[in-house]
């Protein structure tokens, strides 16, 4: 069971983010909260000062031709966090992505930079503003194809106006950090996909950003070459830069990253820690269980016996998979219920949601809407 404190934090954050207090009641009373209880949350921490936003997105509405991609979308990205931001293919990710990073211009709406000690600027209306300040790694490739790794390299630092002994020492500096040392002559698109993407991501960062954007870093790359990609990435982050990263690999989302939006019919419809997330929006467990005799049945009727709250239950791979609210009861009752059935244990261990089930939770309520 979710405790009151992350309940608290999590609408906190909604609060921040800008979400509208109906909103935020309708969409926790829908997910089974008593009312009465999310009410009094909601008043306690109206009142919270919004937090120290590097960037945040205000009513961000964008449309192609008659395709409307983005609705009043909100998102705020706090100085210092992974932010991932998951949806589906079509969602509006990379839109979304270059619009907070002055690429695109909005049909309406604007992103705030806030640097501390200085006033808040209109990325909208003044996009040079951030250039120096932001790294962006599209899911295309930027680099030049026909350049060694090098003079890619070499190209990005002119571009973001290094010169002389500083351009040198920072193409060496990236050059190393991104692995690609061994790499430096070779022609970029001779190279292999993990050597192109942290090429892509080292062209990004020749300047040092303090926010780093990435989209889709790993896609269409094989699960040892996804590793070291998610390893530079969070050594990035260790050095102080802000990094926002869409990605429908929701399982390499979830372990990487601080907070998560879940973008979903065109607007930002949840933003919170994996765990805020998964406690919040899915609060059943599934508890599995292997015995010698696999008397499942039994197993079932005698754990109902003992008034435990079961959801569902299913078997799968001669494994009894029971989805309940109360885990903690259950693996505390079933060893001496199954030693009442003269059986044994072979496996027992309890899980808590994914952000894959949260994902389908979240989506299938806003579809109810």
Known sequence: MVSPETLEKHIERKIEQGTPQKEILKVLVNSGWPEEIVQQYIQKTASTIEQFAFLKMEGITKSFNTHLVLDRAELLVPAGEILGIIG??????????????GFIEPDAGDVILTLQDQNPISVTKHPEAIKKLAGFSTQTQ??????????N???????YGLRGVEAIEKINSAIAFAGLSEAKDIIAQTLPRALQKKLDIACSIIHNPRILILDEPTADLDPIAVDSIWELIEQIHSQGTTIVIASHVLEDIERVCSKIAILRDKKIIEIGTPDELTSIYSQNYQVMIETIHQNYSKIIKAIKADKIKIISETIKQNKLIITTPNPEQLVAKLPS??????????????SKPTLKDVFQIVSQKTNKK
Do not use: M, R
Not at 143 to 149: A, E, H, I, S
Not at 153 to 159: D, E, P, R, W, Y
């Open 337 to 350: 219920i199954i030693q009442k059935l003269s059986d044994k244990i072979k496996i027992l261990h309890a």
């Open 153 to 159: 390299i070499k190209h990005f630092s002119a571009l």
């Open 88 to 101: 589906e293919s079509g969602a509006g990710k990379s839109t979304l992505l270059h619009i907070l990073v």
């Open 142 to 151: 930027s680099f030049y194809g026909k350049l060694t790794v090098s003079e």
